[in-house]
């Protein structure tokens, strides 16, 4: 059942109440956040009620000086709620942490105080139900190396997993390969996504639902022309958290891999120690996948300790919903159909 148009804007002033106190109240946003992260987790929270309070800076727990500050600033949300929307009538969306469409698996992969308050898309951020997998190449460039990772990606996609990238010149042949076979994809931009205008294939494939623009930076973000974009480097972290699985492609490898996400190793390759678990067939891969519990933890304040990672019960899989979700995106093998079903009825 799809939420009423009352609690639609209701989301929606709330976004934007969270766009403008992130990045426009005059707060950092180190500040911010960490406001936020200690007010959000109680039941009921609304930051626009807040705000339209008699005293929203005692409530919010700021200094006096703090509140001065927010209370000259805030006649600005009307122009950032005019702005917003006219981002999304132009196709860009925005996430708040916490909301039900913010990647679970960042949940695992990223601290609370790491993880980007507001997240901005371009195409269908339900694409992210399938398991993401990225490609990681070490010093190893080579033309013979980007075709192996190129129909790699694309087997990967036909069985059903999301090819993640990022948008960097090395990534470039695997998306034209992903593109050119209608593959779905997701791609972290390395700015924000207000000002950035995708090329005729990128735009065809997120009209039509095959492709995904994410990015964890500010959306009107754009680098300074002429130098080298820093954002490159926070992209390609956030990546690979965003991935549930890693192709790797070439050593050196990232000294950041972590033990939970399996690892698909270019043949000839050396294994590393990141990774605890190894394939080298793209259904063995796939299935894999398939099985990662989302391990979506609560949303929990900044200020409470940090869970240690726990084995956790793995979630019943949804085989008909998987099924269906493969099938829009081409043919899905009667033998794998075969094999989720079985999986579901064991869950």
Request: net charge negative; with cysteine.
């Amino acid at each position: 059942m799809s939420a009423s148009p009352s609690a639609e804007y209701s989301q929606f002033i709330e976004t934007v109440s969270w766009y403008w106190f992130a990045y426009e109240s005059g707060l950092s946003l180190r500040r911010a956040k960490s406001v936020l992260l200690a007010n959000a987790t109680e039941v009921g929270f609304s930051l626009h009620e807040i705000l339209q309070s008699p005293s929203p800076a005692q409530r919010l727990g700021l200094s006096e000086e703090e509140g001065d500050l927010i209370a000259k600033n805030v006649s600005g949300l009307g122009a950032v709620q005019t702005r917003i929307t006219g981002w999304r009538e132009h196709g860009l969306g925005l996430v708040r942490l916490g909301e039900p469409a913010y990647p679970p698996i960042l949940r695992t992969h990223m601290n609370l105080n790491e993880r980007p308050l507001l997240l901005n898309h371009r195409g269908d951020p339900g694409l992210l139900e399938l398991p993401t997998v990225l490609a990681l190449a070490g010093t190893d460039d080579s033309e013979e190396t980007q075709s192996w990772a190129g129909e790699v990606l694309v087997d990967l996609a036909a069985e059903g997993a999301l090819p993640l990238l990022v948008d960097l010149p090395a990534h470039q042949p695997l998306l034209s390969r992903l593109l050119e076979v209608e593959a779905a994809v997701a791609i972290v931009m390395p700015q924000g996504l207000a000002a950035f205008r995708p090329s005729s294939p990128l735009q065809t494939a997120i009209d039509s639902g095959r492709a995904l623009l994410l990015s964890p930076f500010r959306p009107d973000w754009t680098p300074p022309a002429g130098q080298d974009n820093v954002m490159e480097t926070h992209a390609s972290a956030f990546a690979q958290a965003l991935a549930y699985a890693l192709i790797l492609l070439s050593p050196p490898y990232p000294t950041n891999l972590l033990p939970q996400q399996p690892c698909f190793l270019r043949p000839g390759i050396p294994k590393t120690v990141g990774c605890q678990t190894y394939y080298d067939d793209a259904e063995s891969f796939f299935l894999a996948l398939s099985e990662i519990p989302a391990m979506a933890a609560p949303f929990v304040s900044e200020s409470a300790p940090t869970p240690q990672p726990q084995p956790l019960a793995e979630p019943p899989l949804d085989a008909e919903k998987l099924i269906n979700r493969l099938a829009e995106m081409g043919n899905v093998p009667e033998a794998m159909k075969a094999r989720l079903r079985r999986q579901n009825i064991s869950a």
